[in-house]
């Protein structure tokens, strides 16, 4: 069985869709790839999934400018551990510090494949355990959001496979830096994914 990732994007700020059709349009069941975008050419990645991917957007955005992620400079190093005693230490610095979450949300972009064009909503899950498998084996900088994902066992050979008609060529380069450009291939009842073919 082939569940087709036909990607989209990007979206972010300077360029989220605002028409309530619009932002209907795309906030649907959804597999998702957030990137940020260094200087030298870093890339910072989070593989995620979400029943409304408009609405995870907005979360990821608005954990970064409210202080709940750490914030990093232009080349991407973390400029301090999280944690509620560090957020003090910012709001302290709040004139300094507040530029910064500016710039992470700006450089924060959305790559997404949506359930209805390719794949049922029960399979969200192992799309999401699949493609994070595939990014730590890829990226030369591990995902943002590294943990174990029990997609559950399947009766049937999966492939997945990515479709980058809707995107253009930097962004297809982008998301196979993340992922790569071959089919995972995942056999019958396999119930743990610790290699990704």
């Not at 994007?9 to 975008?37: C, H, M, W």
């Not at 709001?91 to 959305?110: K, Q, S, Y």
Request: charged content about 20%; aromatic content about 8%.
């Amino acid at each position: 069985m082939d569940l087709s990732l036909c990607w989209r994007g990007p979206v972010g700020a300077g360029n989220f869709p605002t028409d309530p059709e619009s932002v209907d349009a795309i906030n649907q069941a959804g597999i998702y790839i957030r990137l940020k975008l260094y200087e030298g050419g870093r890339t910072i990645a989070y593989v995620g999934q979400s029943g409304h991917l408009m609405t995870r957007f907005d979360q990821h955005l608005t954990r970064l400018l409210s202080l709940h992620q750490p914030l990093r400079d232009a080349s991407g190093h973390v400029l301090g551990p999280p944690g509620v005693e560090n957020r003090f230490g910012t709001f302290n610095e709040i004139i300094t510090v507040a530029p910064l979450a500016i710039e992470e949300v700006l450089r924060t972009r959305f790559y997404f494949a949506m359930s209805e064009d390719g794949f049922d909503v029960d399979y969200l899950t192992l799309i999401e355990a699949m493609l994070k498998a595939r990014a730590e084996q890829i990226m030369h900088e591990q995902p943002e959001n590294i943990q174990g994902i029990n997609p559950g066992e399947f009766d049937h050979d999966i492939s997945i496979v990515s479709d980058f008609a809707d995107v253009d060529a930097s962004g297809q380069q982008l998301i196979e830096s993340i992922i790569g450009n071959t089919a995972i291939e995942i056999p019958s009842a396999q119930e743990l994914f610790a290699h990704v073919d």
